[in-house]
């Protein structure tokens, strides 16, 4: 193993009342590719900054190869005080030269000379990558950096890390911008840091093993720490099985989503019968909304159900919060109309977070001061309660400003989620959450009685929660998908139809062909065999899957890691390929029958 080129040894930070980690050792290799994975509240920032040199620790020692610059990517830049964010991007201590700056910006679409008073999360996000990236460092340490960006950057900054020379270490929300980019992990938690040398991909099955380990381990210690390490286990690895059910039945509603759609490229939900109708709760009938001459929403038609989950993806500015204020009725078409029923009622949990003042307490927020909390008309222990939410329950009194960005997110989930409604409209939902409460907020929505409309740029968490996908390029089309994120791109990416070829009009030409009265012998095979074959590939993809969980297996045999990896990439295709070709034939095989 080479010398690292940046390394902690002995870290210890005292914070408040106690340290807040102590005897940590790092050690960050030339081209290493970091996950930082740990609880919100654990430290993950503090030991970023800590890396950086930012922080004078308590105990440790820091050593840093000569000529090696190491650039921190802050989760919230401060850009407060510039005139412009192009004044922000030159301001750093080592400024980097102007020309890499404007370079970056053009690639990743910011306008640097915007006010930086006036600008928006995303914005911000934009120039402080720019400031980043253009200082040309040996190590990034990447805190967030996905947080407000839009899936044309997002896929940017992922090409651009996929090729960069130096070395980062990545905390993000976003797992599959953790899967795809990172080789190694390191897990903050209860104040020690643990490495393995699988990327995100593996950690869910390592850590399991590490909790399981544990537990083994305290058989043989006292009752106290047995049962906080039975809370923990069960707090995380039997929800994530737990999540494993809903996933499934996630697949079924997407299934009769699916049949409701009818044939690809019409957006209107169409309802055959009287039971169903009553069930709708929005209504949108060739809506079009206009700002000036530009149509942001474009002769839109949807029929929204009871209980189900609504995604919305596109780029920033391509009219994702104008179709959710025409849905919820915040904003009025200028064509067509919207209904909604009489009895929906609704929580709004934008990206501002601007219920919680840093100066009330936790149970402010939840109880109104006292000590009990009404769940959905259930009265529950304020201690209690936030236990649900993954806090600890001494956490009652604790202002709400000493709180992480992810602890005051997880806070407010809470306070809303107790709240009855029938409606749940989540902008951005999981910005500054950590994996464990990103579980959590699936497991929540999951189990919500009513309908729920999400605008997230997190393609996994769209992936494991939402029925229908709303995605919106910018032309004012709405493509309507049964299915997640994933099921949106592989509708963008398949072949438009050939035109058909222009034959001489002839007598018999124009008589209409006759309708076929049954499938070909061909297409009857693959719909009766499909369903088995889609099976067999799931079952394959699981077992494969279960291999690369092997947190050696890397290490031990990298070659097989590969293949394995190839392979499942190569079967989800073959398996949504052929989703795709039973789905056709369903429909075909219901047309025959009218």
């Given at each position: 193993?080479?010398?690292?080129?940046l390394a902690?040894?002995n870290?210890?930070?005292?914070?408040?009342?106690?340290?807040?980690?102590?005897?940590?050792?790092?050690?960050?290799?030339?081209?290493d590719?970091?996950?930082l994975?740990?609880?919100?509240?654990?430290?993950?920032?503090?030991?970023?900054?800590?890396?950086?040199?930012?922080?004078?620790?308590?105990?440790?020692?820091r050593?840093?190869?000569?000529?090696?610059?190491?650039v921190?990517?802050?989760?919230?830049?401060?850009?407060?005080?510039?005139?412009?964010?192009?004044d922000?991007?030159?301001?750093a201590p080592?400024a980097?030269?102007?020309h890499?700056?404007?370079?970056?910006a053009?690639?990743?679409g910011?306008d640097?000379?915007?006010?930086?008073?006036?600008?928006?999360?995303?914005?911000?996000r934009?120039?402080?990558?720019?400031?980043a990236?253009?200082q040309?460092?040996?190590v990034?340490?990447?805190?967030?950096?996905?947080?407000?960006?839009?899936?044309?950057?997002?896929?940017?900054?992922?090409?651009?890390?996929?090729?960069?020379?130096?070395?980062?270490?990545?905390?993000?929300?976003d797992?599959?911008?953790?899967?795809r980019l990172t080789r190694?992990?390191?897990?903050l938690?209860?104040?020690?840091?643990?490495r393995?040398?699988?990327?995100?991909?593996?950690?869910?099955?390592?850590?399991?093993?590490?909790y399981a380990?544990?537990?083994?381990?305290?058989?043989?210690l006292?009752?106290?720490?047995?049962?906080?390490?039975?809370w923990?286990?069960?707090?995380?690895?039997?929800?994530?099985?737990?999540?494993q059910?809903?996933?499934?039945?996630?697949?079924?509603?997407?299934?009769?989503?699916?049949?409701?759609?009818?044939?690809?490229?019409?957006?209107k939900l169409?309802?055959?019968?009287?039971?169903?109708k009553?069930k709708?709760?929005?209504?949108?009938?060739r809506?079009?909304?206009?700002?000036?001459e530009?149509a942001?929403?474009?002769?839109?038609?949807?029929?929204?159900?009871?209980?189900?989950?609504?995604?919305?993806?596109?780029?920033?500015?391509?009219?994702?919060?104008?179709?959710?204020?025409?849905?919820?009725?915040e904003?009025?078409?200028?064509?067509?109309?919207v209904v909604?029923?009489r009895?929906?009622?609704?929580?709004?949990i934008?990206?501002?977070?601007?219920?919680?003042?840093?100066?009330?307490?936790?149970?402010?927020i939840?109880?109104?001061?006292g000590?009990?909390?009404?769940?959905?008309?259930?009265?529950?222990?304020?201690?209690?309660?936030?236990?649900?939410y993954?806090?600890a329950?001494?956490?009652?009194?604790?202002?709400?400003?000493?709180?992480?960005?992810?602890?005051?997110?997880?806070?407010l989930?809470?306070r809303e989620?107790?709240?009855?409604?029938?409606?749940?409209?989540?902008?951005?939902?999981?910005n500054?959450?950590?994996?464990?409460?990103?579980?959590?907020l699936?497991?929540?929505?999951?189990?919500?009685?009513?309908t729920v409309l999400?605008?997230?740029?997190?393609?996994?968490?769209?992936?494991?929660?939402?029925?229908v996908?709303?995605?919106?390029?910018?032309?004012?089309?709405?493509?309507?998908?049964?299915?997640?994120?994933?099921?949106?791109?592989?509708?963008?990416?398949?072949?438009?139809?050939?035109?058909?070829?222009?034959?001489?009009?002839?007598?018999?030409?124009a008589?209409?062909?006759?309708r076929?009265a049954?499938?070909s012998?061909?297409d009857?095979?693959?719909?009766?065999?499909?369903?088995?074959?889609?099976?067999?590939?799931g079952?394959?993809?699981?077992r494969?899957?279960?291999?690369?969980?092997d947190?050696?297996?890397?290490?031990?045999?990298?070659a097989?890691f590969?293949?394995?990896?190839?392979?499942?990439?190569?079967?989800r295709?073959?398996?949504?390929?052929?989703?795709?070709?039973?789905?056709?034939l369903a429909?075909?095989?219901?047309?025959?029958?009218?």
């Amino acid at each position: 193993m080479s010398a690292p080129i940046l390394a902690y040894e002995n870290l210890g930070l005292v914070q408040g009342a106690g340290w807040l980690f102590r005897g940590l050792d790092l050690h960050i290799g030339a081209r290493d590719r970091l996950a930082l994975i740990g609880r919100n509240g654990a430290g993950k920032t503090t030991l970023l900054k800590c890396l950086a040199g930012l922080i004078e620790t308590d105990e440790g020692r820091r050593t840093i190869q000569p000529g090696t610059k190491v650039v921190l990517l802050e989760q919230d830049p401060a850009v407060a005080g510039f005139a412009t964010l192009r004044d922000f991007t030159l301001a750093a201590p080592d400024a980097p030269p102007a020309h890499a700056v404007d370079a970056i910006a053009g690639q990743i679409g910011i306008d640097l000379d915007r006010p930086a008073a006036t600008a928006s999360g995303g914005e911000r996000r934009r120039a402080a990558i720019a400031r980043a990236l253009a200082q040309d460092p040996q190590v990034l340490l990447l805190d967030e950096p996905t947080n407000h960006l839009d899936l044309a950057a997002i896929e940017w900054l992922e090409d651009w890390l996929g090729r960069y020379k130096g070395a980062f270490i990545a905390i993000s929300h976003d797992r599959t911008f953790l899967t795809r980019l990172t080789r190694s992990s390191l897990w903050l938690d209860r104040g020690g840091i643990r490495r393995t040398e699988v990327g995100f991909g593996g950690f869910d099955a390592w850590t399991e093993k590490v909790y399981a380990e544990e537990a083994r381990a305290a058989d043989k210690l006292d009752a106290k720490l047995k049962l906080e390490l039975h809370w923990l286990e069960r707090g995380v690895t039997a929800r994530r099985k737990r999540n494993q059910g809903r996933l499934a039945k996630l697949h079924e509603m997407r299934a009769t989503r699916a049949a409701m759609l009818g044939p690809p490229g019409t957006a209107k939900l169409g309802l055959a019968n009287d039971d169903a109708k009553t069930k709708t709760v929005i209504d949108a009938e060739r809506v079009t909304k206009r700002f000036g001459e530009r149509a942001i929403i474009r002769d839109f038609s949807l029929r929204v159900q009871r209980g189900d989950r609504i995604g919305i993806v596109g780029a920033n500015g391509a009219g994702k919060t104008t179709l959710l204020k025409l849905l919820t009725g915040e904003l009025e078409p200028d064509e067509g109309k919207v209904v909604r029923a009489r009895t929906l009622t609704g929580i709004v949990i934008d990206q501002q977070r601007k219920l919680l003042d840093p100066d009330k307490r936790v149970r402010d927020i939840l109880a109104d001061g006292g000590d009990w909390v009404e769940v959905r008309g259930v009265k529950k222990h304020v201690q209690g309660y936030l236990k649900d939410y993954l806090f600890a329950p001494e956490l009652v009194d604790a202002r709400i400003g000493t709180l992480s960005g992810g602890e005051r997110s997880r806070l407010l989930l809470a306070r809303e989620f107790a709240r009855a409604s029938n409606l749940l409209v989540l902008d951005e939902p999981t910005n500054d959450l950590d994996l464990e409460t990103l579980d959590l907020l699936q497991e929540v929505i999951a189990d919500y009685d009513g309908t729920v409309l999400i605008v997230s740029h997190d393609r996994d968490f769209l992936d494991r929660t939402v029925t229908v996908t709303l995605g919106l390029d910018g032309s004012g089309k709405v493509d309507v998908v049964a299915g997640g994120y994933a099921d949106w791109v592989a509708k963008r990416k398949a072949p438009a139809p050939k035109p058909a070829r222009q034959e001489p009009r002839t007598a018999a030409a124009a008589i209409p062909p006759k309708r076929a009265a049954k499938l070909s012998y061909k297409d009857q095979r693959d719909f009766d065999l499909l369903p088995g074959r889609i099976e067999e590939i799931g079952a394959a993809i699981a077992r494969d899957e279960a291999a690369l969980a092997d947190p050696d297996l890397y290490t031990r045999d990298p070659a097989r890691f590969q293949a394995l990896m190839t392979a499942i990439g190569a079967a989800r295709q073959e398996r949504d390929a052929a989703e795709e070709r039973w789905l056709e034939l369903a429909e075909q095989v219901e047309a025959l029958a009218t």
